[in-house]
């Protein structure tokens, strides 16, 4: 089938194909866009039909960088809130989806019609709270710890779950949010020596890094 040409406000519609030819033909329709510098966003009737899109838009364009932009998963009048973990990967493909030169940068964003109606802070937002480290780096722990407040972070005596923090000494625990794992951060007066991830259940420390990058 060959490809359809799209045009800002204008809509073209075509039966839908059959089995898994729908995700071949926006796998073929995606890599145009990303050849021509473009984001590729797809919305689906749900999660379920957005993963199914995304797991076989990857087996037949290994190539592209697809993310799911996941849904809240509570009611409107739900008493409790959205899992601190759908949050952060919220946040981390909003992150990505900003990027163009990076490379974990998105490609193709799908989004379940039911997410797509919630609205997003603006991109601003994401940008003004968002900041990296490295090793080697001069770091000032005073302005760190405010910064991290500012992001929302909460300071806690052991690190557990994202968005929190903990200072011991010349030792920084923190689990940014968008990210699997925690990390430490160990300083020598105000230079970062090393960051590591660590296991946030033994909290032994696990294996180098070159830098962190904290969403809020």
């Known amino acids: 089938m060959q490809l359809p040409v799209l045009h800002a406000g204008k809509r073209f519609t075509l039966p839908r194909p059959v089995g898994s030819a729908d995700a071949v033909l926006l796998a073929r329709l995606a890599e145009r866009e990303k050849a021509a510098g473009r984001l590729t966003a797809i919305v689906a009737s749900d999660a379920s039909d957005a993963q199914r899109l995304m797991d076989e838009m990857v087996f037949f364009a290994p190539g592209l960088r697809c993310v799911m932009f996941p849904d809240w998963e509570t009611l409107p009048y739900d008493t409790f809130s959205p899992h ?18 990076h490379p974990e940068a998105a490609d193709v964003v799908l989004i379940p019609a039911t997410t797509a109606l919630y609205r997003l802070a603006p991109p601003s937002f994401l940008a003004g709270y968002t900041f990296e480290f490295k090793t080697k780096q001069k770091l000032d722990e005073a302005e760190l710890k405010a910064q991290l407040t500012l992001a929302g972070y909460n300071h806690v005596s052991q690190v557990v779950s994202p968005g929190e923090y903990a200072v011991r000494g010349g030792l920084i625990d923190l689990f940014p949010m968008g990210s699997p794992v925690p990390y430490r951060v160990d300083l020598f007066d105000d230079e970062i020596d090393s960051i590591r991830t660590f296991d ?15 969403l809020p």
């Open 84 to 101: 601190q973990d759908l949050i952060s990967e919220r946040l981390a493909t909003l992150w990505r989806i900003r990027q163009r030169n």
């Open 200 to 214: 946030p259940d033994s909290q032994r420390s696990l294996y180098p890094v070159p830098e962190v990058r904290l």
